[in-house]
Each structure stands twice: as structure tokens, then as C-alpha cells.
């Protein structure tokens, strides 16, 4: 009567769980839907910590059994963390009221004790078995971890791994003995299931691994679409347009011991040995030359910062794309102390990020007396590949059908995004650049718990919010963007080609095998230039997504 609004409660079973707000019924629902379960509730129970932990009760259907640590796994895929019970217990059926409701106080007490032998998801579930051993100790390398702390019930990408660090965790793989690959990895991300995966594959895993040979890398080699679209554009310094990395030995370099390794270096990956020219019609046109030339090393020395700079600089100015080297090393000694450091330095039509990886690793594998296998694909066979698939008639259809859903739908990107400063310079170096930071909980939500529901990566994730943020500027203006990749994922691209072409292929895209499609690559050991730059166009479409209120 005197206005005043008295709060009697919430009409819904929200509870926190973690600092997040969820509705126990959502978790029920998952639950429900699983194969075998028959019916199933979900309520909040304090844990041994006396925090709230939401526990599941599921009835099998008639005739099953239901396990525990299949149930979880099946809705770690589909539920993030703070909806997942932190046990499930089965029973024979829900307890009720007289009125046919459920009876929450009749629901038994989980065993907090028991949760590790359950096998629930606060329990930890150690690997088992040799492949499961190596495979946490490969990841432990790769991701940074402990490999003690390494569950068989872990995903690879929720414990920070990315498509990168997953092409650096097959070649790892790789010399240890184990055949893996990177749609493996993404196929099966959970450590227990990429180990049963290697376990059933044994067969292939013992084939040898194919053999390139060097010679029959020389030659002509088509651009690729990225080092195309760089020679044919306005860059105003082309032959200077590097990548260097400096290294500071551990131990003193053997000067005809580094110069053997580099050498071998040079011969086991092709793309260091690629000239770029024009022909007579002033087209740019890429060779590759057998190995076996003198290796492109100087020894100097620098005494002080200003020494070793202008000498980096001399020697990035040394690259010559027609008559090379396109890559260079320098040793160098530091008299004032006698250290010494190691600088490398490649033009970017040869090498990408994850390319210094790969030379760095296999330099120092040179340098200790290994011998260099080749990689399982070179780049001129990538590049070739590529050609041949590019020029086939049965890709045409394709390419438009492409290009006219790209185009379509009226103004982008110019009309709905216009630069602040109009009469600011469109290089590079009048970029502004806004950073800022997320707190370790926000960056977990983002990078683990928001995508899992939706399968979806954080890159996809960003790529929303945008689409959201055009939803609010209310135009209804579509907007491209060009996504930059990699380039690496051939088995995506081998997925994307997969259906039949029109016609037969008129020329075989590897020595191993002819056929329709883009045969298996495995580019985890190749030294090249992949980035792929992708335009994606977005259309708002109707009206902005229900959010929570905090988002």
C-alpha cells in the first residue's frame, strides 16, 4: 500500500555456479536429449568447498545402463563449463511429489569423494596407455603445460592451442614416430580420442613417409595466388620486403659446420632456392633451382649496437630476387664480449611465420650431424597443385558462382565504413592501432567457454560482434572484410574441393595420384608463403540478437 516493492524471491532456478548466472534446466535439457537417457533433472548442490556445484540425475531408458564419463563427454561438446554437472548420477527414477512434480529434496547426495573414480568433470583422469603418454607429452611441449596436469579428457584447443600451434604439434609428432595430421588434431581435439585415432591408423602410420626428390623441384613453379597478388602490386620497395629473426648460440658455431647446415637447409626446402623474374611480356614468372649452390653465409664482426645494425641492414639489402640468394645468414662476433649471434634473413615470397619454425628447428637438427628428410610436400608441389586445380574447367562454375554471391547485394564496405581521416594516406604506416586488454575471466570466456556450445572460434566469435555492431549502426549496410589465414589447412581446402568436377583432370596434380580432387598435402614442414587473405562479406540481418545484459 505504500509502494514499496518487496522481493520475495526469483521466479526462475537461476543460481551462480563460478560467478556465472545459469539456469539449471538448460543443463537438464542437454541432459535429456543425450542417447539413453530417458528422463533427467539437474539442481545445485554445495561441494566440498561449500561453493554451489550442479549435479545431474538421469534415468536410462528401458533396457540400458548409463555411464557416467560417456554422459560427460557428450555434453562437454555441447554445454559450457559452468552448465556441465559436476557429477551425474544415475537412478532408476526422478523421486516426485503427490502432484507429479519433481521432488528435489528426494534427490540422493552425490559422492563428492568418489568424483575422481567416477571419472566426473572435477575428477582427473590421468592418460593411459604409451600413445596417450606421448601424445600429453607432445602437447605438454607445444602448449606449454605441465604433462602431469594433462587430462585424457582435455581438448587441445581448450587448453590454448590454435591451427598454428596444431601444424607445430604433427611435425613434432612426426619425429617422434607418430603419423599424425592436422585434421586428425582437429577432428579428434581431446587427447584420448586423437590417441585411439592414432591406435586404429597403425597401419598407415607405418608407411614410410614419401620421398621428394630434390632434382625434380627445379624448374618452373606457378605463383601462388598470395605471391601474385604482391608482385603484381604496388609495392614500392619489392626486392626489400623481409622477414629476419636474430639467434644467440648456446654454444660457438663451427664456421664449415654452419655452412654444411645451411647447405642442407637450402636442399631440403625448395623454397629457398626460388628466383622471381619478368619475361618478355613483363610478366612475373618464379624458378626453382636445383640445390647444391654455395651457401648464403657471411662472417663479420660488429663491434657495439650501431655496428650490428648498419651490418643487418647491409645484409638485408643483399637479397636479389632474379639472381638471389632471396635468403641470407650472417655470423657475427661481438668482440666486446666474444659472444656471437646468428642473423637470418628471407624476403617474404619464401617464408611466413610458421616457416622460421621450421628452418630454425631443422638448423639446429643440421648442426647436430641429423640428416634433413625432406617435407612430406614441397612447395613447388603445392604450388603446382594449386595451378592445375586453379586452370581445370570444372572449377569455373565454382569461381563465378563465388564472385557473384561476393558481389551482390548492393553497396559494401565503402558506404558503410568511411576511414576517419579521408585525406590521410592508405599505407600502412598512417595506420592507427587501438589496444586494449580483457581480464584472465573474460579472456577464458572468450577464448574457451563462448564458442563451445556453437563449436565456433574465436575468430568466428569477433566476426559476430561485428555483425552485431553493424546491427546497431541501424543502415542495414553490408560490410566486407578480409580475413587473413595461414594458408596451411589443405585439408580444408581438399574438403571444399571434394565433389566430382565436370570433367576429368587433364594432367596429374602429384606424382602419387591422379583424380578430380586435391590430393592429401601435409604442409606442416614446409618453408613457403601461404597466407591466404579471404573476403567475407556480412549482411545484417534483421534485428540485433537477445543478449544477456552484461555482454
Known amino acids: ?6 522481493y520475495r524471491g526469483r521466479a526462475d532456478d537461476q543460481v551462480k555456479i563460478r560467478g556465472q548466472r545459469v539456469e539449471p534446466g538448460e543443463a537438464a535439457a542437454a541432459l535429456r536429449a543425450l542417447p539413453g537417457v530417458a528422463e533427467a533433472a539437474v539442481v545445485a548442490r554445495p561441494g566440498p568447498d561449500g561453493g554451489l556445484r550442479l549435479v545431474g540425475y538421469a534415468v536410462p531408458a528401458a ?7 560417456a554422459l560427460q563427454r557428450a555434453l562437454a561438446d555441447t554445454l559450457p563449463d559452468a552448465l556441465r554437472p559436476a557429477r551425474i548420477l544415475a537412478l532408476p527414477a526422478l523421486p516426485v511429489s503427490a502432484n507429479g512434480k519433481l521432488d528435489p529434496g528426494r534427490l540422493p547426495e552425490p559422492d563428492w569423494a568418489g568424483a575422481d573414480a567416477a571419472g566426473g568433470s572435477t575428477g582427473f583422469d590421468p592418460p593411459r596407455g604409451q600413445t596417450e603418454t606421448r601424445l600429453a607429452a607432445l602437447w605438454a611441449g607445444v602448449l606449454g603445460l605441465d604433462a602431469r596436469r594433462l587430462s585424457r579428457r582435455d581438448s587441445f584447443f581448450e587448453r590454448g592451442g590454435d591451427s598454428i600451434l596444431a601444424l607445430q604439434l604433427v611435425a613434432r609428432a612426426r619425429e617422434s614416430g607418430l603419423a599424425l595430421t592436422p585434421r586428425d588434431v582437429f577432428t579428434h581435439p581431446r587427447l584420448a580420442a586423437l590417441a585411439a585415432h592414432l591406435d586404429a ?10 620421398q621428394v626428390d630434390p632434382a625434380r623441384e627445379a624448374g ?10 604482391f608482385l603484381d602490386g604496388p609495392v614500392p620497395n619489392r626486392q626489400h620486403w623481409n622477414q629476419a629473426i636474430v639467434l644467440a648460440p648456446r654454444a660457438p658455431l663451427d664456421p664449415g659446420r654452419l655452412a654444411e ?11 629457398l632456392r626460388l628466383r622471381f623474374a619478368r619475361d618478355a611480356h613483363g610478366a612475373w614468372t618464379q624458378t626453382c633451382r636445383a640445390p647444391g649452390q654455395e651457401p648464403p653465409l657471411w662472417r663479420r664482426a660488429a663491434d657495439g649496437a650501431p655496428a650490428f645494425a648498419a651490418l643487418a641492414a647491409q645484409a638485408q639489402t643483399s637479397l636479389d630476387l632474379a639472381e638471389g640468394p632471396v635468403w641470407r645468414a650472417v655470423h657475427v662476433t661481438l668482440p666486446a664480449d666474444g659472444t656471437e649471434r646468428l642473423l637470418l634473413v628471407a624476403h617474404h615470397l619464401v617464408v611466413d611465420a610458421m616457416s622460421w619454425r621450421i628452418l630454425i628447428q631443422d638448423l639446429a637438427a643440421a648442426l647436430a650431424g ?3 628428410a625432406p617435407p612430406p610436400t614441397s612447395f613447388p608441389g603445392w604450388a603446382r597443385s594449386l595451378d592445375v586445380l586453379a586452370r581445370h574447367p570444372g572449377h569455373a562454375g565454382r569461381r563465378e558462382s563465388w564472385l557473384a554471391g561476393w558481389q551482390a547485394g548492393g553497396p559494401c564496405l565503402d558506404a558503410a565504413l568511411r576511414p576517419v581521416r579521408p585525406d590521410a594516406p592508405n599505407v600502412e604506416s598512417a595506420q592507427t592501432e587501438i589496444a586494449d586488454s580483457l581480464d584472465a575471466d573474460a579472456t577464458d570466456a572468450f577464448l ?10 574465436p575468430d568466428e566469435i569477433l566476426l559476430t560482434a561485428l555483425s552485431i555492431a553493424l546491427v546497431r549502426r541501424g543502415d542495414g549496410t553490408a560490410v566486407g572484410v578480409t580475413l587473413e589465414r595461414h594458408g596451411r589447412d589443405a585439408d580444408a581446402l581438399a574438403d571444399a574441393l571434394a565433389e566430382p568436377l565436370s570433367e576429368p583432370f587433364p594432367e596429374p596434380l602429384s606424382d602419387a595420384q591422379d583424380g578430380p580432387t586435391l590430393p592429401r598435402h601435409d604442409l606442416s614442414r614446409t618453408v613457403g608463403w601461404f597466407t591466404t587473405l579471404v573476403p567475407l562479406r556480412l549482411d545484417p540481418l534483421g534485428g540485433e540478437p537477445d543478449l544477456p545484459p552484461d555482454l
Open 1 to 6: 500500500a505504500d509502494g514499496q516493492l518487496d
Open 201 to 210: 591408423a597403425t597401419d598407415s602410420a607405418a608407411a614410410p613417409a614419401p
Open 220 to 229: 618452373p613453379v606457378p605463383l601462388t595466388p598470395i605471391q601474385r597478388r
Open 63 to 69: 533396457g540400458g545402463v548409463l555411464d557416467e564419463p
Open 261 to 271: 647446415a645451411l647447405a642442407a637447409v637450402e636442399a631440403a626446402h625448395p623454397a
Open 448 to 457: 574457451r567457454r563462448a564458442g563451445r556450445p556453437y563449436s565456433a572460434r
Open 370 to 372: 641429423r640428416p634433413l
